[in-house]
């Protein structure tokens, strides 16, 4: 693999210009970008998956309870086209797994999705909401958020990383100066503040806020009828994911007997990975995570199939990220 990257880095210097001059028509209004008055937050990153996206919209979901929320996303990899509205008729297959995983959590949020951003928050304004969540939406330039949190993972950060093929960036570092927060994710919870003070130095950003996020577990797992603590499922189990950097899902439960079963990102499992799953776990239990539980559930025995459910939680300073979040909506909501 890093052969590979080596031979495409000419490929990636090519990638860079494009990327980069795209930006700057965009920033230079060659390139429109439509605003809104209903406020919308943009979460994303600059380099490809696994820095917590989706906890962290549940974040702002559980934070602004008080308003009509909307979360649309492009649903990745869903097998469907155009702008779908989240009803009790919909699947994973439909509107993708975090789609269908905040539909499934949060009932009184509209959850949409459509690859154009632009037309849908055009359909969802006819449905009112108060602000709208945009997910995985930092490079979609053809909407203009007014609020961009832009996310690193605390073990791959972007100053650290190289452009697409050769790294993992979408685009240039540049990039995050259209930021207006940033959080380093997926932090150990005693992160000190002389490491936080240390890796906002690496990441060179003046003028923009650094928190930082750590993920938090639940105490227990769940199945579709059944709950159990954590520290009671210590026998034999499988272990299932299939998401973008699942070792801190591994860390946090294996035990010495366990068997580990790991697919790609958004993986769509088909009858054979089925049986292969059913084969290696022999009856004992199966825990996968929640983006995974949502794409198995009804594949699965109902009393073998169980998830953990993770939630974002902010490292010291959280009260002052939640106003900034709260005063931008807040006031925003009152001009519009």
């Known amino acids: 693999m890093i052969f590979l990257r080596k031979v495409l880095f000419p490929l990636a210097i090519i990638y860079w ?3 980069f001059i795209r930006n700057v028509f965009y920033d230079l209004g060659v390139f429109k970008s439509h605003s809104f008055t209903i406020p919308i937050i943009a979460v994303g990153n600059l380099s490809v998956g696994g820095t917590g996206k989706t906890p962290q919209i549940e974040y702002l979901i ?3 309870h008080e308003y009509k929320i909307a979360t649309l996303s492009r649903g990745y990899k869903r097998e469907s086209k155009g702008f779908i509205l989240a009803d ?7 509107i993708g797994d975090e789609p269908f995983q905040f539909f499934s959590k949060f009932p009184d949020v509209l959850v949409a999705v459509d690859a154009d951003r632009r037309k849908g928050i055009m ?3 006819a449905l009112k909401p108060d602000v709208i969540l945009l997910d995985d939406a930092f490079q979609h330039r053809k909407v203009k958020a007014g609020f961009y949190i832009l996310l690193t993972a605390y073990n791959d950060l972007f100053s650290d990383d190289y452009i697409l093929p050769f790294g993992n960036l979408r685009e240039p570092e540049i990039g995050k100066k259209r930021a207006n927060l940033i959080i380093v994710t997926k932090c150990p919870e005693d992160l000190s ?7 906002r130095q690496q990441l060179v950003v003046k003028n923009i806020p650094v928190f930082f996020s750590t993920i938090q577990y639940d105490e227990f797992l769940y199945s579709e009828e059944d709950k159990i603590a954590v520290e009671d499922c210590k ?3 499988v272990l299932l994911a299939g998401i973008a950097k699942p070792e801190l899902f591994f860390e946090y439960l ?3 007997n366990d068997s580990v079963l790991i697919f790609p990102d958004h993986h769509h499992f088909t009858e054979e990975d089925i049986r292969k799953i059913l084969a290696v776990a022999n009856s004992r239990k199966i825990v996968t995570t929640e983006k995974d539980y949502v794409r198995l559930k009804g594949k699965l025995p ?4 169980y998830y953990l459910p993770i939630k974002s939680k902010i490292i010291q300073k959280e009260s002052v990220f939640n106003s900034k979040i709260l005063n931008y909506v807040g006031e925003s909501t009152r001009n519009s």
């Open 193 to 199: 503040e002389i490491a936080q003070d240390k890796i």
């Open 62 to 64: 559980r934070l602004l």
């Open 17 to 19: 210009i494009v990327t």
């Open 88 to 94: 009790e008729s919909v699947t994973a297959k439909q």
């Open 235 to 237: 026998e034999d189990k």
């Open 123 to 125: 359909q969802l304004l």
């Open 302 to 305: 109902k009393n073998q199939l």
């Open 254 to 256: 294996q035990k010495q």
